[in-house]
């Protein structure tokens, strides 16, 4: 049964980072990209960056230069480290295949609030 876990989120300061963790259960996970998508309230979701298998990444203008993906096959988890947030980058974020499969978790809300 696939599962896709989100941990690392919270409520941030303007300027300041955030980490967050998708835990993957899924065989044979470093066969897979992988993508982090957030929505904001009353915003459809949005894919923000994805990697491949090969970990080449890609960036949403409006993350490029601020968040890094990365992921470790060892632990089947992918990472977002998120630098400089601001308050447009409330939202709720998930991580999920790229392309998206309906198997979206539960998400880990991240709040950029003074």
């Known amino acids: 049964q696939v599962q896709l876990v989100e941990s690392g989120g919270g409520l941030v300061q303007p300027g300041g980072s955030l980490n967050l963790s998708c835990a993957v259960s899924?065989?044979?996970?470093?066969?897979?990209?992988m993508a982090w998508y957030r929505q904001s309230p009353g915003q459809r979701r949005e894919m923000i960056t994805t990697?491949?298998?090969?970990?080449?990444?890609n960036y949403a203008d409006s993350v490029k230069g601020r968040f890094i993906i990365s992921r470790d096959n060892a632990k089947n988890t992918v990472y977002l480290q998120m630098n400089d947030l601001k308050p447009d980058d409330t939202a709720v974020y998930y991580c999920?295949?790229?392309?998206?499969?309906?198997?979206w978790g539960q998400g880990t809300q991240v709040t950029v609030s003074s």
């Open positions: 999920n295949f790229w392309p998206a499969r309906n198997y």
């Open positions: 899924v065989w044979r996970f470093s066969a897979y990209a």
């Open positions: 990697i491949t298998r090969g970990s080449t990444t």
